[in-house]
């Protein structure tokens, strides 16, 4: 079945450094594919997303590209900053969009 | 402003007592989702609806019940059958022919 994994946590950055969280996935077909972003005691916003292979998605600094040979879909930001402290999960929808699919979710801690 | 009402924020309930969780949206979705969500698990789909009087179980749909009479609510009932009800639960939509899903703030379960 479809699946969504991504790295474990927590990650710990000082401001303006580089931010990388790995996702991968299976699925079959073309999924779509996304990420939120969780801030404490509240739902999920969603950061980004992307609909077919070599889309790239981006938002606030945030990019990420879907990658299908690699079957990839990896979070990144060029400088971080403490507000971004928050959990990201990487999610799925298959081509029916029946329901998403989400990874467990990386907390990211970020100090100034 | 359009978007989806969870209510109430936080619920307290004692064991081998059934409670119903309430989710509303005003953005004209036709599919909406309940999850779960634990540390360190991700996000668990629980039930889901894609068409009034119409819902699907889940991964975890056991010890839960929903029911889908109008097309802005989709409450969620935690029955006594569930065996570890206290957790994070989040409610989400979808609109047609859309991919991504939007979260309602979520509401803390504890039963002691």
């Known amino acids: 079945g479809n699946s969504v994994t991504q790295m474990e946590g927590p990650v710990t950055l000082s401001e303006e450094a580089f931010l990388t969280i790995n996702c991968t996935y299976t699925?079959?077909?073309?999924?779509?594919l996304f990420w939120y972003v969780q801030y404490p005691g509240e739902g999920l916003q969603l950061l980004l997303k992307?609909?077919?292979?070599?889309d790239k998605g981006s938002n606030k600094g945030f990019e990420a590209t879907y990658r299908k040979e690699t079957t990839s879909f990896h979070l990144e930001k060029g400088s971080v900053q403490v507000s971004d402290s928050a959990v990201y999960f990487c999610?799925?929808?298959?081509?029916?969009?029946?329901?998403?699919?989400f990874g467990k979710g990386t907390t990211l801690s970020v100090s100034s | 402003d359009g978007g989806i009402t969870q209510s109430p924020k936080y619920l307290f309930r004692k064991e081998g007592q059934n409670v119903t969780l309430s989710c509303e949206q005003n953005?004209?979705?036709?599919?909406m989702y309940w999850y779960r969500q634990d540390p360190g698990q991700g996000l668990r789909l629980i039930y889901y609806?894609?068409?009034?009087?119409?819902?699907q179980k889940g991964d975890i749909a056991e010890g839960y019940s929903v029911s889908r009479e109008k097309k802005e609510s989709f409450p969620l009932t935690v029955t006594s059958a569930q065996k570890n009800p206290t957790a994070f639960y989040l409610c989400?939509?979808?609109?047609?022919?859309?991919?991504?899903?939007?979260f309602g703030q979520g509401t803390r379960l504890t039963v002691v």
């Open positions: 989400a939509s979808k609109g047609t022919g859309r991919t991504e899903a939007f």
């Open positions: 699925a079959t077909g073309y999924p779509s």
């Open positions: 992307a609909t077919k292979a070599d």
């Open positions: 999610a799925l929808t298959d081509q029916a969009g029946t329901a998403l699919i």
């Open positions: 953005l004209n979705h036709d599919a």
């Open positions: 609806s894609q068409i009034v009087n119409d819902f």
